[in-house]
T-cell receptor, first 112, second 114 residues
């Protein structure tokens, strides 16, 4: 896939288990965050976003948690499925106007 | 509703040549951003256009340029291609009216410079 490097952190998870992917961001002024999923040969796919005035947001099978104190973001995927295998990126809006700064990515491998 | 469309999907160019990539945003979206994705550097912001004006620019040399048309379609151009320009070039579309709006990506154009 379009992985960001040869040494991506990899999370192997059993099908049906919950997954947690972590991300540290650097800019305390960032006020908007997005999680993306990228499968092999495809562009990043929007999963869920969160604004800095929230600390938790839930979607379908996904939850994003934001801890501004330690500048940490996490994505929780419930009941992980084989189709969840992909590289996951967190992105922060740094400077406004839709300028996103991406993390290095985390590879999730779902074991059937 | 059609998604973000990028053309072409694949390109092979020779060092020194120039290339133009195209992006058609989601209907109604006025902001188009461009990113370069490489294994070594990950996803890096190139520039963003809104209403035909460049609003933001990343840290890339002047060989990288772009423009946006009145129908919000955007093109980016890379002149005097170098081997290191080989990458996946991604376009993201968003409403753009506010500061923080969801950005949706196209499939990308895979550029190989030989």
């Amino acid at each position: 896939g379009e992985s960001v490097g040869l040494h991506l952190p990899t999370l192997s998870v059993q099908e049906g288990d919950n997954s947690i992917i972590n991300c540290a961001y650097s800019n305390s002024a960032s006020d908007y965050f997005i999680w993306y999923k990228q499968e092999s040969g495809k562009g990043p796919q929007f999963i869920i976003d969160i604004r800095s005035n929230m600390d938790k947001r839930q979607g379908q099978r996904v939850t994003v948690l934001l801890n501004k104190t330690v500048k940490h973001l996490s994505l929780q995927i419930a009941a992980t499925q084989p189709g969840d295998s992909a590289v996951y990126f967190c992105a922060e809006n740094r400077g406004g106007n839709n300028r996103l700064a991406f993390g290095k990515g985390n590879q999730v491998v779902v074991i059937p | 509703k059609a998604g973000v469309t990028q053309t072409p999907r694949y390109l092979i160019k020779t060092r020194g040549q120039q290339v133009t990539l195209s992006c058609s945003p989601i209907s109604g979206h006025r902001s188009v951003s461009w990113y370069q994705q490489t294994p070594g550097q990950g996803l890096q912001f190139l520039f963003e256009y809104f209403s035909e004006t460049q609003r933001n620019k990343g840290n890339f040399p002047g060989r990288f340029s772009g423009r946006q048309f009145s129908n919000s379609r955007s093109e980016m151009n890379v002149s005097t291609l170098e081997l290191g320009d080989s990458a996946l070039y991604l376009c993201a579309s968003s409403l753009g009216a506010g500061k923080n709006t969801e950005a949706f990506f196209g499939q990308g154009t895979r550029l190989t410079v030989v």
